[in-house]
């Protein structure tokens, strides 16, 4: 599981139908299955995380799996051992998976190249991130009804984020029409080869007008500190506000990754409000790596029974 580009349509929508029955589980008052006993999810993250890393070791967990967790600050790259010799190591235990996030892109790709167990992309540099964007369409869809054909509105540093680079590729295989609004250096006119259907504007106020779907970006604080871009600009200019949302859908969706920079990216009325899902994305996220990880590890075919619903 490397990234949403190369998925089809039809995979897409068998991944968030599978998520579905574990959506529901979260709501059990025991939220524990033993579908994966026995076996052990290897988590390594080599760059620096919370909530990706937390919601694939529950998932794991909540399905009975053993997990083992390498993380960026404790890991032997810092003594300059190679990604590939950390990753050898951790196969050597005998994982049955591993999820892996990484500062270089294609580094997931790299390091399946070299093992035989699968191995699932929990965000590689600039390139992907596909669970966030497989949460996303799963959060689109049930506040919506359906994934086709929403006015999509990407918000922010579109050039520096694989959040959105995910998220362009799933929603475009829906008939998405994409617009994408940032600070001129952080959204080049050569991101619109990245899908069909795109379109590109540097003025907040068109690009919110008629929009379905909101998703604002989390924006680095040591990127809006560059001498080309202050904070107090980039709050003039792009910030979500309830002024700005109402030239939106009355509708409209509100989605952010996370976490969020309150009074930077995003008003905290908007965050709060009735139209954001952000809470619902981190839920979400559970079930869609629980679903993943059932079938990368038990390699359970696509007509067996589920098992949240047994």
Sequence with gaps: MLGIEDLTREQISFILDQAKPFQEFQRYPLKKLATLRGKTVAVAFFESSTRTRISFTTAASRLGADTMALQAESSSLKKGESLID????????????????????????????????????????????PTQALLDALTIRD?????????????????HSRVARSNIHLLSKFG????????????????????????????VEEAL?????????????????EPSLAADEYIFGYQLTPKRLRLAKPDALVMHPGPIVRGLEIDSTVADGPQSAVLEQVTNGLAVRMALLYHFVSRAPVDAPHPAKE
């Design 86 to 129: 950390t990753v050898r190591t951790l196969e050597a235990m005998r994982p049955d998976a591993i999820v892996i996030r990484h500062a270089s892109s294609g580094a997931p790709e790299f390091v399946s190249q070299r093992l035989e167990i699968p191995v699932l992309n929990a965000g590689d540099g600039t390139h992907e991130h």
């Design 143 to 159: 506040r919506k009804g359906k994934l086709e054909g929403w006015n999509v509105t990407i918000l922010g540093d579109i050039l």
């Design 176 to 203: 998405a029409r994409i617009t994408m609004c940032g600070p001129a250096m952080w959204v080049p006119r050569e991101l619109t080869n990245l899908a069909p259907d795109l379109h590109i504007t540097h003025r």
């Design 209 to 225: 007008e008629g929009a379905d779907v909101v998703m604002v970006l989390r924006v680095q604080t040591e990127r809006i500190h």
